[in-house]
């Protein structure tokens, strides 16, 4: 979507956002046989170890479990609670002023102590280094940090921002010891230093190693000596064949749709289980409005007239996703299905003919699906194939579908070479505004040159203000109604959450829900 963080998406057909290995309770790596160590694999990859740059699900994973916030959402909970801090709340009517208290005792891994100075130090660090690829784009509200005490940290804000205590319960709130992490640059040697429940013992391209931190203070109780990630790169043949010949654990982000099939059917091992939770992971084809052709907003209208969404889950992701019908998930308050009542939910060639034509556009209209090959799910190419082939089969559009690894997939969007692709997006919290703000205004992750002052100049303001959000939801349906009225971007699925477990295995269905933390803590072998 968390992109800008997320938009790494991975389906969990293909596996959430864009996470993950295992690691026993020593320097070295556990396997699927160790019984004090949970093996853990994934199609993703952590992308960085330094809070201040990872932006994607797999990093965002190693933080979770690496690093302490001052708060953090418990299993199932859409409203954080305090982790690092014993108490945090609004000092103010106007949610401008943010003040969290310390709990007693909080020590990094490596025995330093952890006070407010390192809480102000993590804040200010993330905005001034400013990483392309890191979280600072989640505080342009942040005005400064301040420290009364030790134990006291101080937040205040530029404007009132209600969704704040959420966005410091994310990955982007990791609090690291201001000694050993460089103010201006990144960390560049691939170790991480925290006081969350787990330390990184060992990290290289194929598998991170985690052990138990025995000084940690925090809610989190650990249920296994260590865990063991294991990165596939993609492979989500590999991926199966692991699980299935009980080389891992748990395979968690990575398999295809017909593999999870396979597994609930029994057909490929019958002593694994799958697991199902939920997930507000989405994703898009975003339009450039800038372009030629998606530029045109008939063009736009015509694509939506006619994508069938159920086609393509059945199809590509086999039930593993749902189709979406807004930039809001279900799930998520606010949520309506703007795209469902403006453009239906099967294909209507005659309307989409007609929009055509309002744009001037009196043969095929031509056009490029781009796609990336691992970013956001190993079935993202099949997906925009699948879509093309809905659009040429009208007989109104010759689409088809290109795709380029994502470092040079991100300069090209950034410098607006493409008219339509895909963006996945895994949230950074439970709330509507993670699906709103990110997307739009200046700076946005969608890069796609579509502004609406309306959207950013009040109903985003407004919503941000309100501390009772159940009382933003019919902003938030203005604001969906817009989108699927102007058409930057076309919402096209909602994944589901899957992992597949050894029979000893337990505890996976704590780390699946709509938070996205993916809890190592939780998970257990007998």
Excluded at 321 to 330: E, G, K, N, R
Excluded at 388 to 407: H, P, R, T, Y
Aim: charged fraction near 25%; include cysteine.
């Amino acid at each position: 979507m968390k992109m800008r963080n997320q938009w790494l998406a991975l389906p969990l057909t293909s596996g959430l956002a864009a996470t993950l290995l295992t690691g026993c309770g020593s320097e070295s790596g556990g396997s699927a046989a160790d019984s004090d160590s949970v093996v853990v694999g994934m199609s993703d990859d952590v992308l960085a170890t330094d809070p201040a740059s990872g932006y994607d699900p797999g990093s965002w994973l190693l933080f979770n479990n690496v690093f302490q916030s001052l708060l953090s959402f418990p299993n199932g909970a859409t409203q954080p609670e305090p982790e690092a801090a014993r108490k945090c709340r609004f000092t103010d009517r106007q949610t401008k002023v943010f003040t969290c208290t310390l709990r007693d005792g909080l020590k990094f891994s490596n025995g330093n102590d952890l006070t407010s100075k390192d809480v102000k130090y993590s804040f200010d660090r993330v905005r001034e280094i400013n990483d392309k690829t890191g979280p600072a784009i989640m505080f342009p509200m942040l005005d400064e940090v301040e420290t009364p005490d030790a134990k006291t940290v101080v937040f205040k804000l530029k404007f009132p921002d209600a969704t704040f205590p959420s966005k410091i319960a994310s990955g982007a709130g990791s609090i690291v010891d201001h000694r050993e992490y460089p103010k201006d640059k990144l960390r560049a040697d691939g170790e991480a230093v925290g006081s969350g429940p787990y330390k990184l013992d060992s990290f290289d391209k194929d598998e991170a190693v985690f052990s138990v931190n025995s000084g940690y203070e925090g809610t989190a109780k650990t249920r296994n000596d260590g865990v063991t990630l294991r990165f596939f790169h993609g492979d989500r043949k590999g991926l199966k064949q692991a699980i299935t010949d009980h080389d891992i654990d748990v395979a968690y982000r990575g398999l295809a749709a017909a593999d999870i099939a396979d597994f609930e059917k029994g057909t490929s091992d019958s002593k694994t289980e799958v697991v199902e939770g939920t997930s507000a992971e989405v994703q898009h084809l975003v339009f450039n409005m800038k372009d030629p052709m998606a530029g045109k907003p008939g063009v736009r209208k015509a694509i939506a007239y006619l994508l069938d969404r159920e086609a393509l889950v059945d199809q590509v992701y086999q039930g593993t996703a749902t189709p979406l019908y807004s930039i809001v998930p279900a799930g998520i308050g606010g949520h309506n299905t703007a795209f469902f009542d403006t453009y239906g939910a099967r294909p209507q060639r005659d309307k989409a003919a007609a929009a055509l034509r309002g744009a001037g556009i009196e043969g095929k209209a031509k056009l490029t699906l781009w796609s990336t090959p691992s970013r956001y799910g190993p079935a993202t190419d099949e997906e925009l194939r699948a879509i093309a082939k809905q659009l040429n089969a009208s007989g109104l559009f010759e689409a088809d579908v290109k795709s380029v690894e994502f470092e040079q997939y991100e300069k090209d969007i950034e410098a607006g070479k493409y008219g339509v692709y895909v963006k996945g997006w895994v949230p950074d919290y439970p709330d509507p505004d993670n699906f709103t703000q990110p997307f739009f205004g200046k700076g946005n992750v969608l890069s796609n040159h579509y502004e609406n002052s309306d959207i950013t100049g009040k109903i985003i303001p407004d919503t941000a203000a309100q501390s009772d959000r159940t009382s933003t939801d019919k902003a938030y349906g203005k604001l969906q109604n817009i989108v699927a009225a102007e058409l930057p971007i076309l919402p096209v699925w909602q994944a589901k959450q899957y992992a597949v477990v050894q029979e000893n295995v337990y505890g996976v269905e704590s780390c699946l829900d709509a938070s996205t933390v993916f809890r190592f803590w939780e998970l257990s072998k007998d």
